[in-house]
């Protein structure tokens, strides 16, 4: 299997317990997660040799945010150790018509305040086939940018393919601040992920759709990817589309276009829902994998999706399914039937 890399921020995920709201709670439950962490552990549960890139503090929350990635495969031999705290950010889980909502807590954190002598990211991307990081991670702070930017540069100097996920934050930047970060760094990337918000407000770019009413043109997408690859030279787009009806029922597909041949994915129906926090991330985990290990884009696309659907069905920001159980579903088996 292939040496993977992502680099980002593993977080504490405070929720209330089942669909309580944050008002009507006296106990938390303790999840881990954090957009490229949880590529990271999808990566590692389909079997590559995955390693998390970040800083934690040397105190046992620290300790357990690591010891959190080791228990599901990552390797944390790059994490760097020092810092005052772990970013924290609260969940509640919407339903119905309610939706969900998250509050963030994660100023300072150590990967926030970290410095470019904690790592050293030509010896990080030394021998790797694919770095993976997102549009959260330079939103954290300044210092975070500048990080992104070094650890994409190492990763061109030793040959790595790269990805991204866009993922705007607004809690984080404001769409300015975003384009004049990220713009720049689209020239290290290879494979483009992000959804028809995250094109417009992260890089200026917006289709054609009403992706709510799930007015979805395919046409209209491949134009916007063609636009993207002309100004940043892309070799792969891809989009999720969520069709948000309620917060318990959304409909989830994708689409691909690598330059040549545009594809788009069958539809699920995801309902209900139980936690859709990193369904994105999973859809980035499952993608990497099938463009590393499935020969048409049009089979790596469908066992992204499925897997991205399948986490959808998983409490906690980590995507805890087998590659095996992914192409199942990609397969056609979605009647969840026991299996004996």
């Given at each position: 299997?292939?040496?993977?890399?992502?680099?980002?921020?593993?977080?504490?995920?405070?929720?209330?317990?089942?669909?309580?709201?944050?008002?009507?709670?006296?106990?938390?439950?303790?999840?881990?997660?954090?957009?490229?962490?949880n590529?990271?552990?999808?990566?590692?549960n389909?079997?590559?040799?995955?390693?998390f890139?970040?800083?934690?503090?040397?105190?046992?929350?620290?300790?357990?945010?690591?010891?959190?990635?080791?228990?599901?495969?990552?390797?944390?031999d790059?994490?760097s150790?020092?810092?005052?705290?772990?970013?924290?950010?609260?969940?509640e889980?919407?339903?119905?018509?309610?939706?969900?909502?998250?509050?963030?807590d994660?100023?300072?954190?150590?990967?926030?305040?970290?410095?470019?002598?904690?790592?050293?990211?030509?010896?990080i991307?030394?021998?790797a086939?694919?770095?993976?990081?997102?549009g959260?991670?330079?939103?954290?702070?300044d210092?975070?940018?500048?990080?992104?930017?070094?650890?994409?540069?190492?990763?061109?100097?030793?040959?790595?393919?790269?990805?991204?996920?866009?993922?705007?934050?607004?809690?984080?930047?404001?769409?300015?601040?975003?384009?004049?970060?990220?713009?720049?760094?689209?020239?290290?990337?290879?494979?483009?992920?992000?959804?028809?918000?995250?094109?417009?407000?992260?890089?200026?770019?917006?289709?054609a759709?009403?992706?709510?009413?799930?007015?979805?043109?395919?046409?209209?997408?491949?134009?916007?990817?063609?636009?993207?690859?002309?100004?940043?030279?892309?070799?792969?787009?891809?989009?999720?589309?969520r069709?948000?009806?309620?917060?318990s029922?959304?409909?989830?597909?994708?689409?691909i276009?690598?330059?040549?041949?545009?594809?788009?994915?069958?539809?699920?129906?995801?309902?209900?829902?139980?936690?859709?926090v990193?369904?994105?991330?999973?859809f980035?985990?499952?993608?990497?994998?099938?463009?590393?290990?499935i020969?048409?884009?049009?089979?790596?696309?469908?066992f992204?999706?499925?897997?991205?659907?399948?986490?959808?069905?998983?409490?906690?920001?980590?995507?805890?399914?087998?590659?095996?159980?992914?192409?199942?579903?990609?397969?056609?088996?979605?009647?969840?039937?026991?299996?004996?």
């Amino acid at each position: 299997m292939s040496k993977i890399v992502t680099f980002g921020e593993i977080m504490l995920r405070l929720s209330p317990p089942g669909f309580h709201r944050f008002l009507q709670t006296d106990t938390f439950d303790v999840i881990w997660g954090g957009g490229e962490a949880n590529v990271a552990v999808s990566c590692a549960n389909y079997g590559h040799d995955t390693y998390f890139v970040s800083k934690l503090p040397e105190h046992e929350i620290g300790q357990a945010a690591l010891n959190a990635l080791r228990r599901y495969g990552v390797k944390t031999d790059f994490i760097s150790r020092g810092g005052n705290r772990v970013g924290i950010y609260y969940c509640e889980t919407g339903d119905s018509m309610r939706p969900s909502k998250v509050i963030y807590d994660r100023a300072g954190s150590a990967i926030a305040e970290a410095y470019p002598s904690d790592f050293d990211f030509d010896k990080i991307m030394k021998d790797a086939d694919w770095f993976h990081w997102s549009g959260i991670t330079p939103a954290i702070s300044d210092k975070a940018a500048l990080l992104t930017s070094m650890a994409c540069e190492a990763a061109k100097r030793n040959g790595v393919t790269v990805s991204v996920d866009l993922n705007f934050r607004k809690k984080l930047w404001t769409p300015e601040k975003a384009r004049s970060i990220m713009k720049p760094l689209m020239k290290y990337v290879d494979v483009c992920i992000g959804n028809e918000e995250d094109a417009e407000l992260c890089l200026g770019f917006k289709p054609a759709a009403d992706i709510e009413a799930g007015q979805t043109s395919g046409e209209g997408y491949k134009q916007i990817f063609k636009a993207m690859m002309k100004e940043f030279g892309f070799k792969y787009v891809a989009t999720t589309l969520r069709e948000s009806y309620s917060a318990s029922n959304n409909g989830w597909k994708a689409m691909i276009y690598d330059g040549k041949e545009f594809y788009e994915s069958k539809r699920y129906d995801i309902n209900p829902i139980v936690d859709r926090v990193g369904g994105g991330d999973a859809f980035s985990g499952g993608l990497i994998h099938g463009l590393l290990t499935i020969p048409s884009q049009e089979e790596a696309l469908e066992f992204a999706v499925a897997a991205s659907a399948l986490k959808q069905t998983i409490n906690g920001d980590f995507n805890l399914v087998t590659a095996q159980e992914v192409k199942a579903l990609a397969g056609g088996n979605t009647n969840g039937r026991v299996q004996r």
